[in-house]
């Protein structure tokens, strides 16, 4: 491989790796906003079913995100 395909090519995969960081970051926020939302859904006495319903998720995955699993 010629040295200026290396340096794209590992800078390409340092670009890719810091975009996918970001991005996980993100997600990670945005898991734990949805176990708060949920469980306050819960605790203003929303059922895990009624959960489940307005979210299109199972009631035992709504289980499983608010006990953090």
């Known amino acids: 491989m ?5 340096q794209k090519a590992l800078q390409d995969a ?3 790796q810091t975009r996918f960081e970001k ?3 993100q997600l990670d926020q945005d898991g734990q906003t949805r176990r708060a939302s949920f469980k306050q859904a819960q605790e203003a006495g929303a059922t895990l ?4 319903e307005v979210t ?3 009631w035992t ?7 953090g699993r």
């Open 56 to 58: 299109g998720l199972h």
């Open 2 to 6: 010629p040295k200026d395909a290396k």
């Open 23 to 25: 991005t996980q970051k």
């Open 61 to 67: 995955r709504i289980r499983e995100i608010v006990s």
């Open 14 to 16: 340092h670009r890719s």
């Open 49 to 52: 079913r009624e959960i489940g």
